[in-house]
């Protein structure tokens, strides 16, 4: 162990010495990737995971499960440094993110595209490892993720982009796991998107009073005081289409008693933002990470 210790040691100072400005910049590339705050990575996961086992009828094999583990981290992360980049005006004027790295000034935006330029070169090449369908779909995942944060200042629906975004794993992992898109698949996508337009307009709900005043669009002002029961007749169509698509796939009983579990989590969110207060409405959109995961157990069971 005391040798263990002492070679990682030696190799952080190697390190230090010879990247000092990079490794003074760690802790503040951490809160950029968002790293240490990984819900998005997980609302990420389960989805393209969950399609992932269904195109390989089971545990797929471990490079496929391996490349979409570490590319859907890689592009979360992508993803955060794009968005801070757009939004380092903004942050600043947001209670729950003026302490970002680009909002502070420990980062510049720079610093953010370089970053993102980055993961996503490491990404692409993870995805060179699969197929020329996938590789073609990987330049829309991209694009994606770029124009997302640019879409509140156009757009009352960036959540609808960032459904499209969150939601396009899926379509790659059946293209990777069998070089083709089913039918069925399509239903997962739109389950998939109106699950995330649902969680993220909760999330926006919880800067709407600073987004009304900077002047940034989201669907939790489009909404307004339909809000809650537009969030609730997302879910419900959430719930129809994923079990839809259940059955066109044969998934067996745990995943429509997985189904049962997902929809009694979605009734405890509009419980928690029944006052709209902004503490409460973070916490539903944290749950969603629990409704991906049972969902997800619910596939993992059917193919046991």
Same mark, same amino acid.
């Given at each position: 162990?005391?040798?263990?210790?002492?070679?990682?040691?030696?190799?952080? &100072?190697?390190?230090?010495?010879?990247?000092?400005?990079? #490794?003074?910049?760690?802790?503040?590339? &951490?809160?950029?990737?968002? @790293? *240490?705050?990984?819900? +998005? %990575?997980?609302?990420?996961?389960?989805?393209?995971? +969950?399609?992932?086992? %269904?195109?390989?009828?089971?545990?797929?094999?471990?490079?496929?499960?391996?490349?979409? !583990?570490?590319?859907? &981290? !890689?592009?979360? =992360?992508?993803?955060?440094?794009?968005?801070?980049?757009?939004?380092?005006? %903004?942050?600043? $004027?947001?209670?729950?993110?003026?302490?970002?790295?680009?909002?502070?000034?420990?980062?510049?935006?720079?610093?953010?595209?370089?970053?993102?330029?980055?993961?996503?070169?490491?990404?692409?090449?993870?995805?060179?490892?699969?197929?020329?369908?996938?590789?073609?779909?990987?330049?829309?995942?991209?694009?994606?993720?770029?124009?997302?944060?640019?879409?509140?200042?156009?757009?009352?629906?960036?959540?609808?982009?960032? +459904? /499209?975004?969150?939601?396009? +794993? %899926?379509?790659?992992?059946? =293209?990777?796991? &069998?070089?083709?898109?089913?039918?069925?698949?399509?239903?997962?996508?739109?389950?998939?998107?109106?699950?995330?337009?649902?969680?993220?307009?909760? #999330?926006?709900?919880?800067?709407?009073?600073?987004?009304?005043?900077?002047?940034?669009?989201?669907?939790?002002?489009?909404?307004?005081?339909?809000? $809650?029961?537009?969030?609730?007749? !997302?879910?419900?169509?959430? /719930?129809?289409?994923?079990?839809?698509?259940?059955?066109?796939?044969?998934?067996?009983?745990?995943? #429509?008693? =997985?189904?049962?579990?997902?929809?009694?989590?979605?009734?405890?969110?509009?419980?928690? @933002?029944?006052?709209?207060?902004?503490?409460?409405?973070?916490?539903?959109?944290?749950? *969603?990470?629990?409704?991906?995961?049972?969902?997800?157990?619910? @596939?993992?069971?059917?193919?046991?």
């Amino acid at each position: 162990m005391n040798s263990l210790q002492t070679f990682a040691s030696r190799l952080v &100072t190697q390190f230090k010495s010879r990247f000092p400005e990079f #490794y003074d910049k760690l802790p503040a590339l &951490t809160e950029l990737t968002r @790293i *240490n705050k990984p819900v +998005g %990575i997980y609302l990420l996961l389960w989805p393209t995971v +969950g399609a992932l086992w %269904i195109a390989e009828q089971g545990f797929p094999r471990f490079s496929l499960l391996l490349i979409f !583990l570490l590319g859907t &981290t !890689l592009m979360r =992360s992508a993803g955060c440094c794009v968005n801070d980049f757009a939004d380092y005006k %903004i942050d600043g $004027k947001v209670d729950r993110t003026q302490a970002r790295p680009l909002a502070k000034g420990t980062l510049t935006r720079k610093d953010a595209i370089l970053c993102f330029s980055a993961l996503s070169v490491v990404s692409f090449f993870l995805v060179l490892l699969t197929n020329e369908k996938t590789i073609i779909l990987s330049f829309a995942a991209v694009a994606l993720v770029a124009i997302y944060p640019f879409m509140k200042r156009f757009t009352n629906l960036p959540q609808l982009v960032l +459904g /499209i975004a969150f939601s396009w +794993g %899926i379509l790659m992992a059946f =293209s990777a796991a &069998t070089t083709e898109v089913p039918q069925a698949a399509y239903l997962l996508f739109v389950a998939n998107c109106l699950w995330t337009v649902a969680y993220d307009t909760q #999330y926006a709900m919880v800067d709407r009073e600073f987004d009304i005043k900077i002047g940034v669009k989201s669907t939790a002002i489009l909404f307004g005081d339909a809000d $809650k029961i537009i969030i609730a007749c !997302l879910q419900g169509m959430f /719930i129809i289409a994923i079990a839809l698509a259940g059955r066109q796939f044969e998934l067996g009983t745990p995943f #429509y008693l =997985s189904l049962i579990v997902a929809s009694a989590l979605l009734a405890y969110q509009q419980f928690l @933002i029944r006052d709209r207060l902004p503490g409460p409405c973070f916490k539903a959109f944290l749950n *969603n990470n629990w409704v991906g995961a049972v969902i997800f157990c619910g @596939i993992f069971l059917s193919y046991l």
